[in-house]
């Protein structure tokens, strides 16, 4: 089993060194840092090195949750990406935030499934919304390529037997666009 810590600062002026050192006495053998925002989601190659050197049994370890991740979300995903390399995750001033224990996994598996439930909220709001805007006759969707008069036309030269490349071209369109026109 190996200890690997990652350390994270927001900005240049900011410093590693008492994160990097916070993670080497409580036993990470090495230490993945970088200075970049957390919003920067992906961008960030530390962490990318960090979670791809995981195998079976390692711990990675931070020192705050927030040091980790900016979002519940983010979260979760990178815990996902830890428990699927087979390894554990810890946090030094967050202790709950423990998944080699089993009161840890407890923990961010009700915090997993409230994502889950947030996640399923906004679809049902969403799906409430588009079909509120639907029923007011809003378009979803890509615009249309052409509007109702160009369509007559495409149709007529259509049906008078030109092909559809040349009508397409006339309109700046495709062929599949005129071909699926009724």
């Known amino acids: 089993m190996t200890v690997y810590g990652y350390a ?11 994160q990097e050192a ?7 053998v090495k230490v993945f840092s970088e200075k970049i925002s957390g919003a920067s989601v992906g961008d960030r190659k530390a962490l990318a ?13 931070v ?6 991740a900016r979002s519940t979300r ?20 967050d202790t709950w935030a423990d998944t080699t224990t089993p009161h840890g996994r407890l923990m961010l ?10 996640r399923e909220l906004i679809k049902a709001r969403t799906s409430e919304g588009r079909k509120r805007a639907q029923a007011r006759g809003v378009h979803m969707g890509r615009p249309a390529a052409l509007n109702r008069d160009q369509r007559l036309e495409a149709l007529a030269r259509r ?4 092909a559809l490349t040349d009508i397409a071209r006339t309109f700046g369109v495709s062929h599949t666009t005129i071909g699926r026109l009724r």
């Open 159 to 162: 049906e008078a037997g030109e």
């Open 8 to 18: 994270r600062v927001s900005t240049e002026g900011q410093t590693l060194a008492v």
């Open 109 to 118: 598996t009700v915090l997993g499934g409230l994502a889950e439930f947030e």
């Open 74 to 93: 983010d979260l979760l995903n990178v815990l996902d990406a830890i428990g699927k390399a087979g390894a554990g995750f810890k946090s030094l001033a």
């Open 63 to 68: 020192t705050r949750l927030d040091r980790l």
């Open 49 to 61: 090195k960090a979670l791809a050197a995981l195998i079976p049994g390692d711990v990675l370890l």
């Open 22 to 28: 916070q993670l080497a006495e409580a036993g990470a």
